[in-house]
């Protein structure tokens, strides 16, 4: 008789969401094996067996994976949660011969500027756009942008370090503190390539949707089409609220999945989860970008399938080989709140959160930062206060619990001292 399915998980340091994919493979009775980048020194720190990786070296991971299969037996799929993980995965995947996204694909997904070159070749609309060298004349460059234009590092995500510029001014600035956030130690260490450039390109008018899907043989399945009824217009474009099901038409619904598949089908995906981000007009459907994995961290939390299935669980057992095809969204209506930090300084708490979540149709209220905590807001952040979850009878009623339970909340932030900010950009504690 044979035994349970063997999936090997790519995903950086132990989270919230590598914990979720762990309890969802328990409860399908999967043998999972975590792939991570922790230091290959330690002799398994957290007591997982974890196989120890790292993510800028690619072929020398895929031989421990290949080890690793030979120890332990055949893996039967791969997940990866992130996006440097999921560049890894692919590498891994092809090594192992397991089904999922090729190498080249997965680099175009975390590089805009190849993105943007694979959607222009397949003829998706396309902003005027352009790689600029971080060590150009930024007022030079100035002079030669088209205006209102936006500039973007190439490999970050969730809006981080991209920004709008009207005018030359906007733009010297905009290029310089994209320049500083690039060459911050997290970010410079890894060397890529892609860090060397940014990226302009003309702002799309629009309102914002992200698509929620997962890909079988090159074919994409709209698990959900998220509205995302916050203005972003700039200067900078942080996320706040995410709702599903879309409150747009029915066929401006068809028209976002249609171009989202020419999207997967022009950068080569072919298997897993994707995240894509996309803004519509009068003029159609232009894609932002499309990750080669699933929605974020706790966000997640907003979908559940079939009376409670959670997401992750539906991806693995898409990657162990279930057909999930016929999978539906709950409904009627759910969405999330990234709360945002409004300010830079030093969380020191939060009070009102049993009041927010005691708005009727709010689920969850769950804050993340913890006190002591630095805050750093977009464009140069990475992370947020916390998040609330809402359920209801449409999506205009789930918005509105969302913003309610927002505005219950009252979070203390103090200001940073400048020596504190000296010893920060230090690097010291």
């Known amino acids: 008789m044979p035994g349970p399915k063997r999936l090997l998980l790519v995903a950086a340091v132990t989270g919230y969401q590598v914990r979720v994919f762990a309890e969802a493979g328990q409860r399908l009775g999967l043998e999972m ?18 196989i120890p990786v790292r993510f800028h070296r690619p072929n020398y991971s895929a031989h421990l994976a290949k080890l690793a299969e030979v120890e332990g ?19 891994i995947a092809a090594r192992l011969g397991l089904p999922w996204n090729p190498p080249a694909a997965v680099e175009a997904c975390a590089d805009k500027h190849l993105a943007r070159e694979r959607f ?10 352009y790689r600029l060298p971080l060590n150009a004349d930024p007022l030079e460059a ?8 936006v500039l973007k590092p190439l490999g970050l995500s969730g809006s981080r370090g991209v920004i709008r510029a009207d005018n030359p001014g906007e733009f010297v600035a905009a ?6 956030l690039l060459g911050e130690p997290e970010i410079a260490r890894l060397h890529e390539e892609q860090d060397r450039f940014l990226q302009v390109e003309s702002y799309i008018e629009g309102r914002e949707f992200a698509l929620e899907g997962i890909v079988t043989g090159g074919r994409l399945k709209t698990l959900a089409i998220f509205d995302k009824p916050d203005p972003l217009e700039g200067p900078f474009f942080e996320e706040t609220i995410y ?7 029915p066929e401006v619904q068809d028209r976002i999945r249609e171009t989202a598949q020419r999207a997967v089908t022009a950068l080569g995906l072919t298997r897993g989860p994707v995240h894509a981000e996309m803004r519509v007009n009068g003029r159609g459907v232009w894609m932002l970008e499309v990750a080669a994995r699933p929605i974020g961290g706790l966000c997640a939390k907003a979908l559940t399938f079939d009376g409670g299935m959670p997401l992750e669980e539906l991806i693995l057992r898409h990657a ?18 990234m709360i945002p930090i409004p300010r830079e300084g030093i969380y020191q708490g939060v009070s009102g959160v049993e009041e927010a979540a005691a708005v009727p149709g709010v689920r969850e209220a769950i804050m993340t930062a913890k006190e002591g905590q630095k805050l750093t ?33 009252r979070f203390r932030i103090a200001a940073t001292l400048p020596v504190f900010r000296y010893i920060l950009a230090r690097g010291g504690t």
């Open 33 to 50: 094996v975590l792939a991570t980048d922790r230091c290959h020194k330690l002799d398994d720190p957290w007591a997982d067996h974890a």
């Open 142 to 149: 100035a002079g030669a942008a088209p205006y209102p234009c």
């Open 73 to 91: 037996g055949r893996f039967d799929g791969i997940v990866a949660v992130g996006d440097k993980p999921a560049r890894l995965a692919a590498h």
């Open 320 to 337: 162990a080989g279930e057909d999930v095809s016929s999978r539906q969204a709950d409904g009627p209506a759910s969405g999330v709140m």
């Open 175 to 180: 290029f310089r503190r994209i320049k500083a």
């Open 243 to 249: 709702v599903t099901p879309s409150r747009e038409a």
């Open 120 to 129: 222009r070749e397949a003829g998706l609309p396309a902003p005027h756009y």
């Open 377 to 409: 807001p977009l464009p140069e952040g990475a992370s947020y206060l916390g998040f609330l979850f809402a359920r209801g009878g449409d999506a205009r009623e789930v918005e509105q619990a969302l913003r309610e339970a927002h505005a219950r909340l």
